[in-house]
């Protein structure tokens, strides 16, 4: 991977989006087709990453406070942190993993966070089954334990964690989420 480019996603690029995040059932839950379209209608920001010739390396789909509570996670962060986005869901491509592309996508998160007045970012990760790979992802960008539930759609226990926007912001290199009127931005080369 020489680059990438994230861009909010567009409604015809849900099914390949989709797609990847269902190759990944047990880290992130599958969904429908409706359930994501659902999903990305009422996200605080649903991104995609590109390589140069086009192909689909990574998204990220983060909820906010407006709209539908989706699930007992997302209820959680609410509850307990206004202050948070929530990060429904991210998945790096197993070829793209390990090359800064999930931190590039915490960083545009932030940054577009920091813009609407949020000073942090929550999410959950399972620890049973465990997920050892996205705790130790998470730990190193500065996300700390927040609390820990079990989900009763599904028995799985969770670990909520919280980090500050803005460390995370200042690692941002898509400043395309800082200006509505700029949709894309370059490559960013790592
Ligand atoms: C977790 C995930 C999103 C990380 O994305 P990524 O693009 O590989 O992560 P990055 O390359 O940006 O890594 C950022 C930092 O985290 C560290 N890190 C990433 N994966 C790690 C791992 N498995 N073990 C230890 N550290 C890890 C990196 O070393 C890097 O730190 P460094 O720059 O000091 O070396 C990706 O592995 C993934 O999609 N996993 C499958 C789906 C999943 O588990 N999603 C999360 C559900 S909660």
Redesign the pocket.
């Known amino acids: 991977m020489t680059g990438f480019t994230l861009r909010p996603v567009a409604p015809a690029e849900q099914p390949a989006l989709l797609a990847l995040n269902n190759r ?1 059932d047990g ?2 839950n599958a969904l429908t087709p409706e359930a994501f379209a659902g999903l990305c209608a009422d996200a605080f920001l649903a991104i995609g990453a590109w390589d140069a010739d086009g192909a689909l390396l990574g998204l990220m789909v983060a909820l906010g406070d407006a709209g539908p509570v989706h699930g007992p996670n997302h209820g959680w962060i609410r509850a307990h942190h206004p202050e948070a986005v929530y990060i429904d869901r ?3 491509e197993p070829a793209a ?7 590039a996508l915490y960083g545009a998160l932030a940054a577009a966070a920091l813009d609407q007045g949020k000073t942090a970012l929550g ?1 959950e ?1 399972n620890l049973d089954p465990p ?1 050892p ?2 705790l ?2 998470h730990a ?2 500065g996300f700390a334990p927040a609390g820990e539930a079990r989900d009763p759609r599904n028995g799985k226990l969770v670990r909520y964690l919280l980090a500050d926007a803005a460390p995370l912001a200042a690692l941002n290199t898509a400043h395309f989420l800082r200006s509505p009127a700029k949709r894309s931005c370059p490559a960013a080369p790592r």
Request: contains cysteine; hydrophobic residues 40%; proline residues 5%.
């Open positions: 990944h880290p992130v991210i998945v790096v993993q390990g090359q800064g592309l999930g931190r999410c990760v997920n790979e996205s130790a992802f190193r960008l």
